[in-house]
Every structure is written in C-alpha cells, then in structure tokens.
C-alpha cells in the first residue's frame, strides 16, 4: 500500500470534520436549558377597601420548573419586583437554593404594598423576576448564568388574576413601564 501525502491529509481532515461534529452533538446535548418560571397565584386581599392609606398584603405563588434530565440547577439569590407604571408596588427577595433534575419548586409568599391602584379599576402589573443560576452536570458545575424574566399580570376589581389565563409565565421579552395614567395593551 502506497500512502500519498495526499490520501493521508485527506484522511486527517475528515478525522478533525468527525471529532468537531462529535464535539458538537454532545455539546448540544449536554448543554442546560433555562428554568421556567411561572405565576401560578396571584390575590391581593379585599382590595375595595380605600379607607386606609397603608397598603395591604398580597399573595403570590410562583412556580420554577427545571427541564432538564441531567443536570440540577443551584439558584442564587432570587429576586421579584411587581411594577404598575413606573412605581415599584412590591420586591421579594429569596435565599438561594438547589432544584433537582426535573424538578417543581412552588414557593408562597406573602408582602406588603399595593390595593391603591386597583380599588377603582383593573390594574395591570409587571412582575420582573431575576436570579443568577449554576448548573451541576454529571458533577461538573457551569459558572454564573443571569436569567431575567418579565410578564404582565392584569389585575381585577377582586385582586386576582384577571382573563382566561390564571397561569402567567414570564419570558425574556422586555416590556416598557408607561406612567400610570397610560393604557396597557
């Protein structure tokens, strides 16, 4: 057999070609998707009552949902800032945790500083939520991921969810605050 320098280079490269698309293929593979986050509840108590300036708590259950088959996902701090308009109605801040491989997490919380906006009519809300995330594969951990999350939540005269959708899951798009007295679409 006679090895031309040819054959041999022709040989190496579809060697290196096969390696990368291995490369790739696992990587894609292996590579974590994202934690969903959704609001699965959202009341505010006896809302009509405008007879106090103090505004009263409202209730919240958020739900993160980790897809992925492999890997677990460590959260650090993690924080939620509730907007009508461009006035701040509510912040949250939860300690870090770890979520298992395919994993619900549902958290209750309970704060004050709303019922104002919406004792006469419906109001619409921006929940903003961000946290930074490492992923734990097969024993390896990924460095610091940001995530920020944002979805309006409408609001009616009761203090609920109002619409069809009681479930709002919140997405990467960002949605511009407009002053209070301006209609959301």
Not at 63 to 71: A, F, G, M, R, V
Not at 142 to 160: A, E, M, N, T, Y
């Amino acid at each position: 057999m006679d090895w031309e320098p040819q054959n041999i280079y022709s040989w190496l490269l579809k060697l290196v070609g096969l390696l990368g698309f291995l490369a790739l293929c696992l990587w894609l593979t292996l590579r974590p998707k994202e934690p969903s986050c959704t609001i699965m509840d959202f009341s505010i108590p006896n809302p009509n009552n405008t007879h106090t300036n103090q505004s009263g708590p409202f209730y919240y259950l958020l739900e993160l949902e980790n897809p992925n088959k492999d890997s677990t996902v460590y959260y650090d701090d993690i924080s939620l800032v509730f907007f009508y308009g461009e006035d701040i109605v509510g912040t949250d801040r939860m300690d870090a945790f770890k979520q298992g491989k395919q994993k619900k997490t549902p958290m209750v919380r309970v704060w004050r500083n709303l019922v104002q906006a919406i004792s006469k009519a419906n109001a619409h809300l921006i929940a903003r939520f961000s946290a930074r995330v490492r992923y734990k594969t097969w024993g390896v951990s990924s460095k610091h991921h940001r995530i920020k999350l944002q979805g309006v939540l409408p609001i009616g005269l009761d203090g609920k969810v109002s619409g069809k959708k009681k479930k709002i899951k919140l997405h990467r798009k960002l949605i511009k605050l407009k002053s209070r007295n301006s209609r959301f679409r």
